[in-house]
């Protein structure tokens, strides 16, 4: 029997498993009279205890495009000292979310727009719920394409056929079950992404040296300083500007706290997708990647084309050293991987769409309750086909996720942080965002057309980054202007 008939028969299971999910949260819901509950929907009433939560970030955070593709590619590109580009500051954004958990807590309300409307008026509120609409179609499509990239070998079929098979497969629960089913789900693809991410990990230690001396003589093909500090003492301090700010206020961590039942099961969230994030977001990706680099070593400093500029390290770790039964079971690791950032980008999408943006227009009309919460079913739905025709276009992840937490830094994290500050007022917040979205696209294009390296310190305009900091600049300038 073909290899392609269990990789088939594991997907379709698990595809099953979740969509009945889906439904489980709908008929409980419909039972107890919530099934057009748009609270419901969207917040899971807000009884959620900290291993839901944990896991829930866990699940989230360890997928394909972030801790498993893009994650190995830093440590395989830099060697170690690719921790000070994901690792490190989301540990450090771990950190600072366990310090503010009861003040972000203290306002009561579940998404961040909706903070916007209530301290800074509509303008605030649509300005933050388009830039979160563009962060999480772009990290939904990052999932979607890195997960077609890995998933299609397996299946025998086109990286565009898998996107749409797996975007239709989330689409499906996330309509029947909305958030519940999203956190519920999150709780199966935990385990399976970590026995995925452990398995993956065991393979490339087993086949790899760990002496110290072979560590030290690696030669990654991107490493530009010394071992501990490969990146660059310049890309390493711009990322944490581009990465920490952004981060410290990410909205599905921000929906996962506000669902908390108190402010201690939020707490306990933190700390298990602490722990969890050490694990599987930095030890497990640094162990596969300076594996991949003894397994599959550049060439005068060219990475073998075979591994795509690292982003099939996985699939040559299965299909080399795994046994096909393990292989298989790994597979079915992926795709719950994939599914689980999906999920949780896409409902980030449909809550700004829906509960952000149109439902606040449509209450003028006082449409029933029904009529809300098709729309919110629908509005989930089609953030996924959003994401999925973002991967469509998608071929770089660093890109993707630097220009995305970027916007959360220049667009997102000062008016979150301003609520803190009673005499920020809504004109200087306004400033502060459409300075900082505007400004940051429009630097970007000129870095990516070459137009303003000629300008910048030679160590930025070496990192590409150095659009985000001007942005950044830029709007903390304009907060300040607009009071004068």
């Known amino acids: 029997m073909s290899t392609y008939v269990w990789y088939w028969s594991g997907f379709i299971v698990y595809s099953?498993?979740?969509?009945?999910?889906?439904?489980?949260?709908?008929?409980?819901?419909?039972?107890?009279?919530?099934?057009?509950?748009?609270?419901?929907?969207?917040?899971?009433?807000?009884?959620?205890?900290?291993?839901?939560?944990?896991?829930?970030?866990?699940?989230?955070?360890?997928?394909?495009?972030?801790?498993?593709?893009?994650?190995?590619?830093?440590?395989?590109?830099?060697?170690?000292?690719?921790?000070?580009?994901?690792?490190?500051?989301?540990?450090?954004?771990?950190?600072?979310?366990?310090?503010?958990?009861?003040?972000?807590?203290?306002?009561?309300?579940?998404?961040?727009?909706?903070?916007?409307?209530?301290?800074?008026?509509?303008?605030?509120?649509?300005?933050?719920?388009?830039?979160?609409?563009?962060?999480?179609?772009?990290?939904?499509?990052?999932?979607?394409?890195?997960?077609?990239?890995?998933?299609?070998?397996?299946?025998?079929?086109?990286?565009?056929?898998?996107?749409?098979?797996?975007?239709?497969?989330?689409?499906?629960?996330?309509?029947?079950?909305?958030?519940?089913?999203?956190?519920?789900?999150?709780?199966?693809?935990?385990?399976?992404?970590?026995?995925?991410?452990?398995?993956?990990?065991?393979?490339?230690?087993?086949?790899?040296?760990?002496?110290?001396?072979?560590?030290?003589?690696?030669?990654?093909?991107?490493?530009?300083?010394?071992?501990?500090?490969?990146?660059?003492?310049?890309?390493?301090?711009?990322?944490?500007?581009?990465?920490?700010?952004?981060?410290?206020?990410?909205?599905?961590?921000?929906?996962?706290?506000?669902?908390?039942?108190?402010?201690?099961?939020?707490?306990?969230?933190?700390?298990?997708?602490?722990?969890?994030?050490?694990?599987?977001?930095?030890?497990?990706?640094?162990?596969i990647g300076l594996a991949a680099l003894q397994l599959f070593p550049p060439v005068d400093g060219v990475i073998p084309a075979f591994l795509n500029d690292g982003a099939l390290i996985f699939s040559e770790i299965l299909s080399r050293f795994a046994p096909a039964w393990l292989s298989l079971v790994l597979s079915i690791g992926l795709i719950a991987a994939a599914m689980s950032t999906i999920d949780t980008c896409s409902n980030i999408v449909a809550l700004s769409l829906s509960r952000d943006i149109v439902e606040p227009l449509m209450m003028k009309r006082k449409p029933d309750a029904a009529v809300i919460n098709r729309l919110a079913r629908l509005s989930s739905v089609f953030a996924v086909f959003l994401s999925y025709l973002y991967a469509l276009f998608t071929d770089s992840l660093w890109d993707i996720f630097y220009l995305s937490s970027g916007l959360l830094t220049t667009v997102v994290a000062i008016p979150v942080i301003s609520t803190f500050f009673k005499k920020i007022n809504s004109r200087q917040v306004v400033s502060a965002m459409s300075t900082g979205l505007i400004s940051t696209f429009v630097f970007y294009f000129l870095e990516k057309f070459n137009l303003l390296q000629s300008i910048e310190p030679a160590a930025i305009a070496g990192t590409g980054l150095g659009y985000i900091l001007w942005a950044f600049l830029l709007s903390l300038l304009a907060l300040f202007a607009a009071r004068m």
């Not at 509120?125 to 499509?141: C, D, E, Y």
């Not at 898998?162 to 999150?186: E, K, M, N, Q, R």
């Open 16 to 287: 099953i498993v979740v969509i009945v999910i889906g439904f489980r949260v709908y008929f409980k819901e419909k039972r107890s009279g919530l099934e057009t509950d748009n609270t419901e929907f969207w917040t899971a009433s807000r009884s959620l205890s900290g291993w839901a939560i944990g896991l829930s970030i866990s699940a989230s955070m360890m997928s394909i495009s972030w801790s498993g593709m893009y994650g190995v590619q830093l440590f395989y590109w830099y060697g170690v000292g690719g921790m000070w580009l994901l690792i490190i500051p989301w540990l450090v954004t771990m950190g600072l979310f366990f310090w503010l958990t009861p003040r972000f807590r203290q306002f009561n309300i579940f998404s961040q727009p909706e903070l916007m409307q209530s301290k800074y008026g509509t303008a605030a509120r649509m300005i933050m719920a388009f830039t979160l609409l563009f962060v999480f179609i772009a990290w939904g499509g990052a999932e979607v394409y890195a997960a077609g990239q890995i998933i299609a070998p397996f299946l025998g079929i086109s990286p565009q056929t898998t996107y749409l098979l797996i975007a239709l497969v989330v689409a499906a629960y996330s309509y029947t079950g909305g958030f519940a089913a999203v956190v519920s789900t999150d709780k199966i693809q935990f385990v399976l992404v970590a026995v995925f991410m452990g398995a993956i990990a065991w393979l490339g230690w087993g086949q790899a040296d760990w002496s110290m001396e072979t560590l030290v003589n690696l030669s990654p093909p991107k490493q530009e300083a010394g071992m501990w500090v490969a990146p660059g003492i310049t890309l390493i301090l711009l990322t944490a500007v581009a990465y920490l700010p952004g981060w410290l206020v990410e909205t599905d961590l921000w929906v996962r706290l506000q669902s908390a039942k108190d402010n201690g099961q939020a707490r306990k969230g933190i700390v298990v997708a602490s722990l969890n994030s050490f694990l599987f977001v930095g030890l497990a990706p640094a162990v």
